[in-house]
């Protein structure tokens, strides 16, 4: 069926370190949705990306949706402890939405 | 303005019985979806409400239900509980027509921690 893989599952990294995490999906999606979960908090919205091949930044975050639209990256610069929290890529795919497995982010301060 | 309201926050309950969660959108927003969250299997898309009709289904056994009244609140009910469904659920709310649309921004609320005895 449907996945949505994202790896690495855990990354730690010493604060000031950039951090990428890759989602994959089986099939195309619409669009790719990105969110940020604090350990013990809910996911809060990050970014929503639609068109092929769309990159986007927030500050130090940058996104992108690939060409195919079946795969997409997070990327942070000069990770900071604010940082800490697990991502979570999304999209919808047919009548179902799916989301990624998440990566978990540690920063070493 | 007020978030994502979800009751109850945590409950207990027994193998068996039933629970039906409660989830108050943001004003003005018409899109409810829910999701469940356990350690095992991640995040896991429930259903998706729209205008009190349910647009989508995830991949859930028939015991997992839910509706949508006309101020947008939405319920989920699981029947006949089972030590597996002991999970986060989760609801978020859209201003747009749903999950597939662009331009979208999805507010989560707080979750409802149930665990199942």
């Known amino acids: 069926g449907q996945q949505v893989m994202q790896i690495p599952q855990y990354q730690h990294v010493q604060e000031g370190e950039d951090f990428t995490t890759y989602c994959n999906s089986s099939t195309t999606l619409s669009n790719i949705q990105w969110y940020k979960q604090r350990p013990g908090g809910h996911p809060v919205f990050l970014i929503q990306l639609v068109k092929s091949g769309e990159v986007k930044k927030q500050k130090r975050l940058t996104f992108q949706f690939g060409e195919a639209k079946k795969n997409s990256s997070l990327h942070i610069t000069a990770t900071q402890t604010t940082d800490v929290g697990t991502y979570f890529c999304?999209?919808?795919?047919?009548?179902?939405?799916?989301f990624g497995t998440g990566t978990s982010l540690t920063v070493i301060p | 303005k007020a978030g994502v309201t979800q009751t109850p926050r945590y409950l207990i309950k027994t193998r068996g019985q039933q629970v039906t969660l409660s989830c108050s959108p943001i004003s003005g927003h018409r899109s409810v979806s829910w999701y469940q969250q356990t350690p095992g299997q991640g995040l896991q898309f429930l259903f998706e409400y729209f205008s009190e009709t349910q647009r989508n289904k995830g991949n859930f056994p028939g015991r997992f239900s839910g509706r949508q009244f006309s101020n947008s609140r939405s319920e989920m009910n699981v029947s006949t509980l089972e030590l597996g469904d002991s999970a986060l659920y989760l609801c978020a709310s859209s201003s747009l027509s749903g999950l597939r649309d662009s331009g979208n921004t999805i507010y989560f609320g707080e979750g409802s921690w149930l665990t199942v005895v």
């Open positions: 999304a999209g919808p795919a047919g009548n179902q939405f799916y």
